[in-house]
C-alpha cells in the first residue's frame, strides 16, 4: 500500500520561501509511471494543483503559480519536495502532495496534508 | 485553463435516496489519444481527497458500485444510487486531458 506524507514548517513569515517535503513509502519513486504532484486547498475552498515531477527530474508547474514554484526528487530517499517563494497571506492553505498515475492521469494516493500557515 | 464548473453547490440527501452531482467543462475533454480524462474525488470531512471514477466511468478499486459516473465532451454527472453516512463531504470533478490539471468547486452532499 503506497503511502504519502507531507511534512516541514507550519508557519512561514511572509515574504519568505515555504519548503515541504514528501516521503514516499510502500512504493518507489525510481520505478516511474508516475508524475509525483503538489496541490494546495486554501481553507474552505476548492483544491489547486501545484505542478509535478516525473523521477527523471523533469517538472511542469501550473503557470499561475510557475515564477515563484520549485519541486525537486531525491530518489535515494524516495523523496520530493515543493518549495514556494516570496509567500503572502494568499499562500495559506493545506498542501497536499500526491501519485498521479500518467496513463490515466489520475491522483490515485494522497498524503493527509499539512496545513501551512503565513503570518508574521 | 479548463474551467470546471459543478452544480448544485449542495445536495441535502435523505439517507438511502440518490444524488446526483453535474460537472461541465469550459472545453471538450476529448484528448487527442481518444481518451477522456474526467475523474471524480470524495473528500470526507477532515481527510484528503479520495479518488471514486476515473476516465468518466471507471470506479476506483474498492469504490462501492452505488458510485457510478457518465458523460462525454463537455458533460459529465456522478450518481450515488443510495446515499449513506459514510458518503457525506464534498465531491469534486477534476480533469486531466489539458494541464494545468482542474479541479470543480466542489459539490457538499449531506443529510437531510
Known amino acids: 500500500q503506497v503511502q504519502l506524507q507531507e511534512s516541514g514548517p507550519g508557519l512561514v513569515k511572509p515574504s519568505q520561501t515555504l519548503s515541504l517535503t514528501c516521503t514516499v513509502s510502500g512504493g518507489s519513486i525510481s520505478s516511474g509511471g508516475y508524475y509525483w504532484s503538489w496541490i494546495r486547498q486554501h481553507p474552505g475552498k476548492g483544491l489547486e494543483w501545484i505542478g509535478y515531477?516525473?523521477?527523471?527530474?523533469?517538472?511542469y508547474y501550473n503557470p499561475s503559480l510557475k515564477s515563484r514554484v520549485t519541486i525537486s526528487v531525491d530518489t535515494s530517499k524516495n523523496q520530493f519536495s515543493l518549495k514556494l517563494s516570496s509567500v503572502t497571506a494568499a499562500d495559506t492553505a493545506v498542501y497536499y502532495c500526491?501519485?498521479?498515475?500518467?496513463?490515466?492521469?489520475?491522483?490515485?494516493?494522497w498524503g493527509q496534508g499539512t496545513l501551512v500557515t503565513v503570518s508574521s | 485553463d479548463i474551467v470546471m464548473t459543478q452544480t448544485p453547490l449542495s445536495s441535502p440527501v435523505t439517507l438511502g435516496q440518490p444524488a446526483s452531482i453535474s460537472c461541465r467543462s469550459s472545453?471538450?475533454?476529448?484528448?487527442?489519444?481518444?481518451?477522456?480524462?474526467l475523474s471524480w474525488l470524495q473528500q470526507r470531512p477532515g481527510q484528503p481527497p479520495r479518488l471514486l471514477i476515473y476516465k468518466i466511468s471507471n470506479r476506483f478499486s474498492g469504490v462501492p458500485d452505488r458510485f457510478s459516473g457518465s458523460g462525454a465532451g463537455t458533460d459529465f454527472t456522478l450518481k450515488i444510487s443510495r446515499v449513506e453516512a459514510e458518503d457525506v463531504g464534498v465531491y469534486y470533478c477534476m480533469q486531466a486531458t489539458q494541464f494545468p490539471l482542474t479541479f470543480g468547486g466542489g459539490t457538499k452532499v449531506e443529510i437531510k
Open positions: 515531477i516525473y523521477y527523471s527530474g523533469s517538472t
Open positions: 472545453q471538450s475533454l476529448v484528448h487527442s489519444d481518444g481518451n477522456t480524462y
Open positions: 500526491a501519485r498521479v498515475v500518467t496513463m490515466i492521469v489520475v491522483a490515485d494516493y
